[in-house]
């Protein structure tokens, strides 16, 4: 059996997808290890890309954009390791970090999954941590919540010297062990994008596994290269993965009570984004842009959070 396998989903980041494998292939003991590329439908010549630079790499070509938790089950399906690396292609592998959060998995029996410190391209930190979504993460702001709660709601404002126990991590570099996920199962697929791992270490953890945020591995992190492209689908898609896992995990009074509450949240930010963009009479780009996101946010809720607005349709 192999001791690790890296399965990287893939949706139109050819450039950033190339620089990750080149990181990946750098580091050391690539011999025990297998790299998987699950290309998602890309029309930017990805899959092209890596059968002509890296033709010993196990590429998965799907037709077309099947979501991130389906496309990384197919990875896990082809894959052999003990242990499974789930990495974003918007990352890039500094040494060691690897295999310093494989080392701490072999060394915690009891850990279900491991997560990276996620940097910056400046090397500053980014949020590696996230909590289980309650009404409170979800209807307030998170920054301030880390500030004035740090043990309750670890964050990037604390560099930690050691590994912790936490809810959940950032799913762009985090590693299970098979062991846990034969017992757990794979990613929930009604997830199209986002929080897909969040529900994951919520099983793991249902289960009896445990979960780490693991400082010592590093990983830059240039974040949502792919669903920047379309930022008002993507906002969609979010929006439905928290209903999905409210739904799920915390019962339909609670989805409720987020429906109503993040439907005032967004009125409350289109009017303040409206009346900002009358004072500067339009002027600024960046703020017509988010105006227009919270537009089209607001009638997707108006029209009953219908199908077909989000990723899952955007080729």
């Given amino acids: ?22 990181s990946v292939l750098a580091l050391r003991d690539r011999d025990s290890r297998e790299v998987i590329v699950v290309d998602n439908g890309s029309q930017d010549g990805s899959a092209g890309e890596v059968k002509r630079l890296f033709p010993d790499i ?12 389906r496309a990384t089950n197919q990875g896990i399906s082809r894959s052999s390791g003990r242990y499974i690396l789930l990495l974003n292609p918007d ?4 040494e060691g970090s690897i295999e310093s959060i494989v080392a701490f998995m072999k060394s915690r029996p009891e850990a279900g999954i491991a997560g990276s410190q996620l940097l910056n391209e400046d090397g500053s930190r980014q949020n590696s941590i996230a909590n289980f979504p309650s009404l409170t993460t979800e209807l307030f702001n998170k920054s301030l919540l880390r500030r004035l709660f740090p043990r309750r709601y670890p964050g990037k404002e604390i560099e930690y010297p050691d590994a912790i126990e936490v809810d959940s991590v950032i799913g762009a570099c985090m590693v299970t062990r098979r ?16 929080f897909e791992e969040t529900d994951w270490c919520y099983r793991m953890k249902a289960a009896g596994w445990r979960v780490y945020h693991v400082p010592q591995a590093k ?50 930010e289109f009017l303040s984004m409206f009346i900002g963009c009358l004072v500067t009479l339009f002027l600024l780009k960046r703020w017509r842009k988010r105006l227009a996101v919270y537009a089209y946010l607001l009638v997707w809720h108006l029209r009953l959070c219908p199908k077909g607005w989000g990723l899952n349709n955007a080729q």
């Fill in 1 to 22: 059996m192999t001791d690790l396998s890296i399965v990287i989903v893939n949706w139109n980041t050819r450039e950033y997808l190339l620089r990750c494998l080149r």
């Fill in 58 to 69: 196990d590429l998965i070509e799907n037709e077309q954009n099947f979501g991130f938790a």
């Fill in 91 to 94: 990352t890039e592998v500094l």
């Fill in 179 to 194: 062991e846990a996920l034969e017992r757990v199962g794979v990613l929930d697929e009604d997830y199209f994008l986002f």
């Fill in 219 to 268: 990983v830059i992190h240039f974040q949502g290269k792919g669903a920047d492209r379309r930022k008002r689908e993507a906002k969609v898609e979010y929006f439905l993965s928290r209903y999905h896992f409210f739904k799920k995990n915390r019962g339909r009074l609670q989805w409720f009570l987020l429906l109503i509450g993040l439907m005032a949240k967004l009125k409350v």
